[in-house]
């Protein structure tokens, strides 16, 4: 069974520039997470998916980042303009159902430095 | 609001030794589920082991086991004769049915030879 699927694996980008980051999750799992971890810290809620539904963005910061999971399956992540605070890696992780019947599987992140 | 803590940024401990990492959490929820999550350097975060809050026996897997103690909202993990492979990062995580996941800040355990 394939795990879940994130890309790039690192991107380097200018301030103000835009970035986009993709993720496939395990094949069934209908809960889909974007989380931020920064160096040395645990991973930090951004947003929440059930189906296509985003029943939890409340941490995401809206006024520059914006998701999307439109057929229920993959999910793109967008930072537009970054800012040299967005250095971090993004982690996707999917699980089936959303309880903790089931726990989470992540993909291998995204590792993003702004300069 | 659920508040997971790992008390212990750091930790070390001997090839074959024992260690025990610590991990409190809050929460108002009777029903939930604990784990512990390891982060190995460079690579991607992998579940060691789970606890429904419901089951009063303690989780083993091969060996990792935890300590549940529900009143007191502890959740150690003990690691047994410890291996170079397990150094890494690990994370205690928290979550209530239906809600997210809260991550600990975790605790970096390196292996010594």
């Known amino acids: 069974e394939a795990g879940v699927v994130q890309s790039p694996r690192y991107k380097i980008i200018e301030k103000k520039q835009p970035v986009a980051f993709w993720c496939n999750p395990i094949?069934?799992?209908?809960?889909l997470y974007w989380y931020l971890q920064n160096l040395g810290q645990g991973p930090e809620l951004l947003i929440r998916?059930?189906?296509?539904?985003?029943?939890?963005d409340s941490q995401l910061p809206k006024d520059r980042f914006s998701a999307e999971r439109l057929k229920g399956v993959d999910s793109t992540l967008k930072i537009q303009p970054a800012e040299l605070g967005d250095s971090a890696v993004y982690l996707c992780?999917?699980?089936?159902?959303?309880?903790?019947?089931?726990?989470?599987?992540f993909g291998p992140g995204t590792r993003l430095t702004v300069t | 609001a659920q508040t997971v803590t790992q008390s212990q940024p750091e930790m070390s401990v001997q090839e074959a030794e024992t260690v025990t990492l610590s991990c409190t959490y809050d929460?108002?929820?009777?029903?939930?589920?604990l784990f512990w999550y390891k982060q190995p350097p460079s690579r991607q975060m992998i579940l060691v082991i789970r606890?429904?809050?419901?089951?009063?026996q303690n989780a083993t897997e091969n060996r990792f086991s935890v300590n549940f103690q529900k009143a007191a909202k502890s959740f150690s993990l003990k690691i047994s004769d410890s291996q170079l492979g397990d150094t890494a990062m690990y994370f205690c995580?928290?979550?209530?049915?239906?809600?997210?996941?809260?991550f600990g800040p975790g605790t970096r355990l390196s292996v010594l030879p």
């Open positions: 995580a928290l979550h209530n049915y239906g809600q997210n996941f809260v």
């Open positions: 998916y059930e189906n296509e539904e985003a029943v939890d």
């Open positions: 929460t108002s929820e009777n029903n939930y589920y």
């Open positions: 606890q429904e809050a419901y089951k009063q």
């Open positions: 094949s069934g799992h209908n809960t």
């Open positions: 992780a999917s699980s089936l159902h959303g309880t903790g019947e089931y726990e989470q599987y």
